[in-house]
């Protein structure tokens, strides 16, 4: 059920949604080393002091950013700044800073290693690891053999201080509510508090100490790194499974080794950063997902103002009708929200080896660096699918479906309805369509194929409509005017696909369906 919490969502969602993933990130997390500059400073922070503060970061920026690329240029690839800083400035909080050359000498290897990580530890062109805590993992464990003792920095999350944890959070909500990885976040710090709670009970009761559960709670939650592991890690969609229940599994085992770390030959622990690489590999195992090359075929315009790109994908897919994928489209001079985007898939697992995506032309004015360059791509062109993810498919069985889009927010309701032809399945579907007007009914010979009844909400009379389709004669779509043309609502699992205003807008005829998934975008 959706809630006045749920529609306020959305709406931030459209804010947040001006800037790419990685981007956010970013500026987060300089947000957040400039605050903790700043409290190091005034002596707030006592270690690090400022100086090893700067210093420790431009290492790290500088190695990061050298082997990224050197390695890109190898490999052939865009050079991503904002990738190599969001590495360095993750190192930053996760390791001792210092100024001594052992310290300095240490972060650099650190910086190395997660670099090379990203290209070497890779599956099909993705990273299996998380690149920052793979670096911090291996200095870490290797300063605590007698041959490496010298290496002048190690693990020591100061991040996990209770000044910082209201910025941490802050700024970590952001990000998780961008990425939409709140659920699994949560999850995860209550499966870190929890066990770190009955490891203290324990150690406790072993030494005989009084066990104070405020004390303790106030350790575990603002003394201990789990908020920024959480928020700036553990969340990194590269590194999880695509869908949610799998991410909720390993947001548990990431928490229970995080908040219970695992004494390794007595000469490290599996906390922390080497908890959330146990984490990616059950990740890995879940979905054996890579970056596929698509080879662009053509360039449709399905209505004056939204066209369809198909593809022929280089490799193999794997996607469920419904999910979406992430297009990576390097380009000169990106703006501030980056080289790649996610758009649902329109064509149907049954359709491959061909891909088909659409969207809509949108401003045309200030148009991003991203759509200049997708827009002027010729057939011919390839491009990377980064991975698919989404929760936003039908559920099993036979139960009754109410699909809801707006405009070119049909596109995974025309890959849902041709699988569903395709596999020769009989489901009980509504579909309401809402365009501005008539002539921006996308893929309206696709959906009328399909047999499925479909109430339209459009200013003017769609000409030629099949038996099975009904005009709304002007009306405008909200929750009466939904509750009329589909009397059965409660009766239905509802999927809405279009802006955040239109699923706010219906939040009170939605609250009376089944259950609600939704899939909110604001424009690329």
Known sequence: MITTFAAARQRVLAVLGALSMY???????IALAAIALVLSLFGVIVSPTPVELVVSFAVLAAVISSVDAAAQRILQLPWRIESSLVTALILLFVLRPGVEPAALLGLAIAGAVASVSKYVIAWRGRHIFNPAAFGAAVVSILGA??????????SSWWVGTPVLAVPVVLLGLAVLWRTEKIR???????A???T????QAVQAAQFDIPFD????LSFAVLQSPFLFLGAFMLSEPLTLPPRRRQQLAVAVLVGVLAGWPISVAGLFTLGQERALLIGNLLAFAFALRGSVRLVLERRTFVTPTAQELTFRAKGRVRFLAGQYLELDVPHRR?????????FSIVSAPADLPTLRIAYKNGDQKHPSSYKRALAAAEPGATFAVTGTWGDFVLPRGEQPVLMVAAGIGVTPFVSQLRQLRATGQQRDVVLVYVAAEAA????????EATGVRTVVFTRDEPTGLPAHWSWARGARLGAESLEQAVPDLAERHAFISGPPRLIADLAPALQRARSLTTDAFAGY
């Open 184 to 190: 699994v976040v949560s999850l995860f710090l209550v």
């Open 440 to 447: 921006e009914l996308a893929f309206r010979e696709e959906l």
């Open 192 to 194: 870190a508090v929890a």
């Open 213 to 216: 559960l405020v004390t303790a």
């Open 196 to 199: 770190s709670l009955v490891r």
């Open 145 to 154: 053999f007698g041959a490496f003792a010298w290496l002048g920095t190690s």
């Open 334 to 342: 990106p703006d501030a929200r980056g080289t790649r985007r996610e």
């Open 23 to 29: 981007r956010l990130v970013l500026f987060a997390l």
